[in-house]
């Protein structure tokens, strides 16, 4: 699964594929992949009123999606709580750490954290001290997580995942790559996702 750890949709897209790999007969192992939406964004973030507004055209306009999202995020199981995020982050950093997570075992659990930790808790991921802190609860080995945000480990790997989003044509996520072949672009419903893991167990 390509995502960015602000994207709302991806969040969305990650219960539906839940539900999905539950109802499937089969296993499936899901992997993490970088993308950021906003790669020219200050390392410390910018107001989300602001690059709202500026987006949308108004900050009404911007409640209205917002609404529109919540309701969504209710029939899944998740509680966006927008009013609690003041600032839109840059996730480079958080993405470094989901490439360790994977390393060490603990990717899903750690995505699920940063999620939360954005939509529900309105917490400032792109502040090192609190990204530190979610990952850590998650079960991030605390010193490994700061020697890799202090040494810029984890960059090579994204580099790579952006090549493979190139590849794939990537223009948005979340996006979804099912064996190296069958792409799925959206939150797609559980049905769907179950369809290409068949198709995608019927062509091996």
Request: hydrophobic letters at 45%.
């Amino acid at each position: 699964m390509i995502s960015d750890v602000i994207c709302p949709w991806c969040y969305i897209g990650k219960r539906r594929l839940e539900k999905a790999v539950v109802a499937f007969d089969g296993p499936v192992k899901v992997r993490w992949l970088p993308f950021q939406l906003n790669p020219q964004m200050p390392k410390e973030g910018i107001s989300r009123r602001d690059y709202r507004t500026a987006r949308y055209g108004s900050w009404e306009r911007s409640q209205e999606i917002d609404a529109r999202v919540v309701a969504i995020g209710e029939r899944e199981g998740i509680r966006f709580a927008f009013d609690n995020t003041e600032r839109i982050p840059n996730t480079l950093d958080a993405h470094c750490l989901i490439w360790l997570a994977d390393e060490q075992g603990v990717q899903d659990v750690v995505v699920e954290a940063l999620f939360r930790a954005y939509f529900t808790e309105g917490r400032d991921i792109s502040n090192r001290k609190t990204l530190l802190d979610v990952v850590a609860r998650a079960g991030l080995n605390r010193p490994k997580a700061e020697f890799v945000l202090n040494n810029a480990d984890g960059l090579e790997a994204i580099r790579q995942a952006d090549a493979l989003a190139r590849r794939f044509q990537v223009g948005g996520v979340p996006f979804f790559i099912v064996n190296g072949t069958l792409i799925l672009s959206g939150a797609e419903q559980p049905d769907t996702f179950l369809a290409t893991f068949r198709q995608a167990l019927a062509g091996q």
